[in-house]
């Protein structure tokens, strides 16, 4: 049995969701010679200056990841997450990315990230119960096509 303590928790704590993103990065940097990793988010803001909206991510290697994209239930349908999707991808395009996967919920509106070009790469059934977790991919124009 090894002499360290294992911690379980259900705290947040980013100091360690970022401490690992770096060893992780540290890690897959070193192993594909790749290491042109930068994080990728953006928000928007009310008139009281409360995020209604935000979008985060990140580019490495060719590829856009969307982790997180919100939109306050108020601003839903109002365009302000097209608005963020599309600039995510001139950023990504920008930044030499090839293509942008994400991945969201059967409840989380996935037909929104069809009409906005992604195909759905499959599905992980019962994730949670009774749904799934769809993954998606969206091929962007190289440089010679911008």
Known sequence: MPSNHIQISDEYR???EAYLEERLY???????????GQLLNASVKDENGDIVAGMSGHTWG?????RTLWVHETRRGTG??????QAAEQEAVRRGCRQIVLSTHSFQVPRFYEKLGFRSLGAVPDYPEGHENVNYIKYLPGPSQT
């Open 14 to 16: 980013p100091e360690l």
């Open 26 to 36: 540290e890690f897959n940097s070193e192993t594909t010679g790749i290491r042109d």
């Open 62 to 66: 060719g590829c856009c990841e969307i």
């Open 80 to 85: 302000v997450g097209t608005a963020l999707m």
